[in-house]
């Protein structure tokens, strides 16, 4: 019934193989993005076919088995597919948001070299990040885990002569792997948990069935969780590992957008879902979840509030948007989540490739006047809205959405986290009051960031601002719908309080429901708390917003009067809190430090000076003894008589 | 009446005056008679407890002894006129070339 | 056919080596290419083995082959025993595998006499496949010591600017721990003998039913132990193989870490470890330490090397760390793992060294520093690089991942978690090392003039890559081809361990202590 479900992620594989062995040989830019854009396209046709296949079944986790993978005695890995509603809404997510980057790719990407290599990673990108949320157990699903952070590796650098990127890129599968540590860790402790009490597997509807045979609670199940929530933490920039996402921003614009916004950077949050069973039964790991989350959000939130690289603000924002999904799992508001994952990727994807269409936009004006002005510092932009129209609305809609303004889509999906994380068995009132203060942060500098870029007077040089063009089609047509999306995109989660049916919730009750029945995770409070709530995070938004207008629209000067009067401060947060220099500090420089004691004082010295010394001494003890043979015969002979005579001595006298 | 000890007084005593010779004097062709003397005492000695114990081998042993006594001869005079067209000696102190 | 298909294998390569002694020697077309033809042709009579269900269905050995050899009196006797089980069988389809790669790619690199190095890459290839397949264990040995003399002289001959340290320094510490495995040897066969128990020559299956008192086992295990921890290398016994690989040849490098490695990881799987059970108990938890030190300090010595050769030296250090944790792991998925990663880092670490080689064909240097931003000029060289890189780091979908997976699902299983646990950080610094090399090398701008002219690869030197590549992802996508045959062999070979009675029997008890008195 579901058997054609390989080809979703079969299609971008093909496309990448394809793009990259004879990509280079096709001239036609053309040709090269719109075959990769089409083959997306496909996945998202049969993703779609699954998804409304499913929609109309009473059964709603099917698993498909396409070949084995590994078998060793107990140990049995298939490579297998699972789709059931959460992984069908991934899928639907990654296809289809996939789809329009590619699309929104081929203009952005004109005339750079390597074309063909950006699509075939795309492509190979789009096939991992599908094997990643299709994959029935948890190994494919590591399988695509870790594609993707190749493919983010692969793209982060894609501009190979800059040596900052090749730093990112690298940075970024490095921190990728410290979470990967952390997963691998966890699933061997599961696996040998669970294989002790004779359920020897890795499959994730198996692991969910025999979940029982853990403690509640206990020591196993609240390891397990932690291990895998550091490898979420990797994955979706988390705090302490969030520092590669912001570094991330050397790729190209469309990565961004695709990787470190919509898709890849949610795979810890698709995760948590997946094993929801796992953490459910692990209250404190929950707990330790939700805390990380909502100190993410915030924290994130406070660099996002300096930063003038316009993708830099969007990467924080990003980093603080995904530690509310984590806050949402970690109040076991699961659905939730992912549904602030959906919404997040529609809007988030929208502002990349919008700060995309700017950035595309200024490059080409400052290329036209020769000029090497950074095009994507905010201070050099302002009073866009005319230039770019389209990119304005759309960005200013994605905008709204994200600050949570009533009737977008952020706002259905965040409210009902901040309702969540209050009112929650898991929740906390303190873990609601950061939410809400990373909320009217999030709504300040992104408004801030409006103003700076498409308000206001043009600050772009003089000599390119007159040939600040629209950006083609191919760029504004995704623009256009993913604005739409960020629009409408919340209505199919309209809570009951307003009046909704929460589609969205229903949908995926069949993957969470069990878990938040079994361990009596539910939000509780009156109807009047809840208002109360959406009231004062409405608020706090507007709030938010209009400092941000008084700030960069009404008197333009009170920024730098802010920052000379709290120096200090504005020094910590422009500088990101200094966290990458303490990690220099605290694990790089040891490290080096150590591998080179290793090597030249432990290799070099000891082991081999044990070596070389075993070596000298007996050259030392042979050059003392070789002057007994002077070559003199008397000498031998004096030897030989002087020998007889002692051993005849011995034997007469002895 | 001459006993077995004489016999091997004497054979001890040429043995002692072969090996005082082989350690004193410097001309390999006396070295080498040297060496003789002392191979020739070991046969006196082997002939004379031959016969006193009434066994044959050492007879035998001594006509091996012999043997090898004249190859030793002719390869090792052959030696010494090998050295003495390289150094115009048969000094045994310019024999040191066998050494480190 | 099948009765002398071992036999064949083996000697094929030798008789080559005979026809390449009479090739005049300054035909050099004429010598790689027979060789190549010969490399060829015995990794194509070694197939049927690989295509031999019979693996899949029994783990014992097959292709046996058995002739009385040496035989003085009745008190020593040792016989031309060969026999292939699941475990040997991917080690000998590997180095048959890999030697016509390494011909292959000697083409432009050995220009110094050209047939010496020839005629002692066939004599090492005969060497190897002899110990892989040898069952005497004084057949063995010999096999075990024929592949020291070809590699010493292609190290000290055709190798870099200080061979003669290396080389020396490589035949060196092994013939040192070859030496107590010889008395170990000659021990066991005289203990054999002296407790009456029926044996045949050398015959490594008859001294897997010998009871040895632990005592006895103590000293020996220790003995095969030490000589073939020198071989793998593990720490802290691994400085002979940065110099060796460093000094050596390309084709002498790959040689020597796709093949010659795992000759020591082999010996422990075929003769430590069966021989020595109770030794082997009491010695798990210290090897599985220095495995897994090996892992952690191999990789943050590869990290900070300044040499490419010395880097991919020191992370071998690290892959075979996984080796041995995944074979001390004592389980089936671990030996498993084990006994693939063995061939995996064949193929990964032997395409590293085959990549360094074609750098250094163009340059002459393998510093770091004096390469960056070579994936500009050789954007084929950057992809095939790229994937070896990724292969050697461990990505799932390559054969690196299967590997080092199943060899820690193997050490969590036992008892060896703790060790598992430091071991699984490999993965952040094999990530480290490689990618900040891979960065130094191939990304950023050219800031060197000499590498402005570098040509991309060759038809040749890509027809030396493409099938290593083949088989990273073939292992790495469907394994099971591997696991499936060397699963029963292992299922038989843990069977014998755990079903060998813990023995100290005093009634052998005397025995030794005679063994001992005539020493």
Known sequence: MYSNLWLIPFFPLLGSIINGLVGKRIKSEKVIGGFATLLVFFSFLVACQNFFRLLGDNVKTHEIVIFSWMSVGKLQVDWGFLLDPLSAVMILVVTGVGTLIHLYSIGYMHGEEGYYRFFSYMNLFAFAMLMLVLGSNALVMFIGWEGVGLCSYLLIGYYIEKQSAGDAAKKAFVVNRIGDFGFLCGLFVLYWTLGSKGVWTFNFVEIAENAHLLETGGLVVTVVTLCFFLGACGKSAQIPLFTWLPDAMEGPTPVSALIHAATMVTAGVY???????????????????????????????????????????????????????????????????????????????????????????????????????????????????????????????????????????????????????????????????????????????????????????????????????????????????????????????????????????HFLDPVFGKSLHLFHIEAHGTHATEYTLMAVSVAVAVIGIFVAWVMYIKNPELPAKFVTKFAGAHKIVFNKWYIDELYDFLFVNPCKKIGTFFWRGFDVKVVDGIVNGVAWVTRGIGSGLKYTQSGYLHNYAVAMVVGVVMIVGFYVFG | MISVHHYLLLSAILFCIGIFGVLTRKNAIVIFMCIEVMLNSVNLTFIALSRHVGNMDGQIFVFFVMTVAAAEAAVGLALIIAFFKNKESVDVDDFNMLKW | MADYLLSLIIFFPLLGMLFVLFIPRDNDGLLKGFTLVVSLVTFVISLPLAFDNIFATSGGMHYREFYEWINIGDYFQMNYNLGVDGISLWLVMLTTFIMPVTVLSTWKSVQKNTKGFMALLLLLETAMLGAFVALDLFLFYIFWELMLIPMYFLIGIWGGKNRIYAAVKFFIFTAVGSLLMLVAIIFLYYFAVESGVQISGFGVHDFYKLDLPYNA?????????????????????????????????????????????????????????????????????????????GIVYGSLVAMMQEDVKKLVAYS?????????????????????????????????????????????????????????????????????????????????????????????????????????????????????????????VMLGKVTNPANENLKDLSLREIAVMVPLLLFVFWIGVYPNTFLDKMNPAIEQLLNQMNNKQVAVVEVYQPVVAKLIEIK
């Not at chain 1, 129209?389 to 994200?402: D, E, K, Q, R």
């Not at chain 3, 086992?217 to 921890?229: E, I, T, V």
């Not at chain 3, 030794?279 to 030190?293: K, M």
């Not at chain 3, 006994?339 to 770091?368: D, K, P």
């Open chain 3, 316 to 440: 071998s250090v690290a892959h075979l760390g996984f080796v041995m944790l995944g074979v001390f792991a004592m389980n089936q998925q671990g030996m498993a793992g084990g006994i693939i990663q063995m061939v995996n880092h064949g193929i990964s670490t032997g395409a590293l060294f085959l990549i360094v080689g074609f750098i250094y064909e163009r340059r002459h240097t393998r510093l770091i520093s004096e390469f960056g931003g070579l994936a500009h000029k050789m954007p084929i060289f950057a992809t095939i690089f790229l994937i070896v890189t990724f292969s050697s780091v461990g990505l799932p979908g390559t054969n690196g991942f299967v590997g080092e997976f199943l060899a820690l699902v193997g050490a969590f299983e036992s008892n060896l978690r703790w060790f598992a646990v430091v071991a699984t950080s490999g993965v952040i610094f094999a990530a480290v090392y490689m990618l900040w090399m891979y960065q130094r």
């Open chain 3, 217 to 293: 086992q103590y000293w020996l295990f220790l003995a095969f132990a030490f000589s073939f921890a020198i071989k793998v290398p593990m720490f802290p016994v691994h400085t002979w193989l940065p110099d060796a690989h460093t000094e050596a040849p390309t084709a002498g490098s790959v040689i020597l870490a796709a093949v010659m490695l795992k000759m020591g990881t082999y010996g422990y799987v075929r003769f430590a470890m069966p021989l020595f059970p109770d030794a082997l108990q009491t010695f798990i938890p210290y090897l599985a330490g220095l495995s897994v030190i």
């Open chain 1, 271 to 505: 995760m948590i879902g997946r094993m929801n069973i796992l953490f459910a039964m692990a209250p404190s790991t929950m707990l330790t979840i939700a805390i990380v989350g909502a100190a993410t959000a915030f924290f994130a939130a406070t660099i996002g509030l300096a930063q003038n690289d316009i993708k830099r603000v969007l990467a924080y924002s990003t980093v603080s948007q995904l530690g509310y999904m984590f806050l949402a799992m970690g109040v076991g508001a699961f659905s939730a989540g992912i549904f602030h994952l959906m919404t997040h990727a529609f809007f988030k994807a929208c502002l990349f490739l919008g700060s995309g269409s700017v950035i595309h936009g200024l490059h080409h004006a400052y290329h036209h006047a020769h000029l090497h002005d950074d095009p994507q510092d905010m201070r050099n932009m302002g009073g866009l809205r005319k230039k770019m129209p389209i990119t304005f609305i759309t960005f200013l809609v994605s905008t709204i959405a994200i600050s949570g303004i009533p009737l977008f889509s952020g706002f259905f999906s965040k409210d009902e986290i901040l309702w969540w994380s209050f009112g929650s068995t898991r929740g906390h009132w303190l873990l609601w009051l950061l939410g809400a203060l990373a909320a009217a942060m999030t709504a300040f500098y992104m408004f801030r960031l409006v103003f700076m870029t498409f308000f206001g007077e043009q600050k772009t040089d003089a000599r390119a601002k007159d040939h600040i063009p629209e950006s083609p089609l191919t760029i504004t047509i995704p623009l256009m719908v993913l604005g739409l999306l960020a629009v409408i995109g919340g209505y199919i989660g309209v809570p009951a309080i307003l009046g909704g049916a929460n589609h969205f919730h």
